[in-house]
């Protein structure tokens, strides 16, 4: 069973980037898709980025589009989210999933795995 760990996350200026990173335990990790969702205080959870298995296809909600970048390093087992120019509506805490479902996925319930989730406070 893959679990995953998402670390990266802070309280920074606007204006600034950080790098999350989502970990993952257990075999197969390259076989499974990833995304990044995140859930901000009072809100609903939302799609931020996803990427393939092979990771080709990444795919942004438009609030981040031109900001944010998903990557993955199969032999590290691991994902990134680099977030730059970070805003304070990006607060929110931020959690990976995985999924072995293809195609573009967007949304939380077609992901099976996900981590705890990181906080990111960015402040003006």
């Not at 901000?40 to 795919?59: D, N």
């Not at 992901?111 to 989730?117: M, R």
């Amino acid at each position: 069973q893959v679990q995953l760990v998402e670390s990266g996350g802070g309280l920074v200026q606007a204006g600034v980037s950080l790098r999350l990173s989502c970990r993952a335990s257990g075999r197969a990790f390259s076989s499974y898709a990833v995304g990044w969702f995140r859930r901000a205080p009072g809100k609903e959870r939302e799609f931020v980025a996803h990427i393939m298995s092979s990771g080709y296809g990444p795919s942004y909600a438009d609030s981040v589009k031109g900001r944010f970048t998903i990557s993955r390093d199969n032999a590290k087992n691991t994902v990134y989210l680099q977030m730059n120019s970070l805003k304070p509506e990006d607060t929110a805490v931020y959690y990976c999933a995985a999924s072995t479902h293809s195609g573009q996925l967007y949304y939380a319930h077609e992901y099976h795995l996900w981590g705890q989730g990181t906080q990111v406070t960015v402040s003006s």
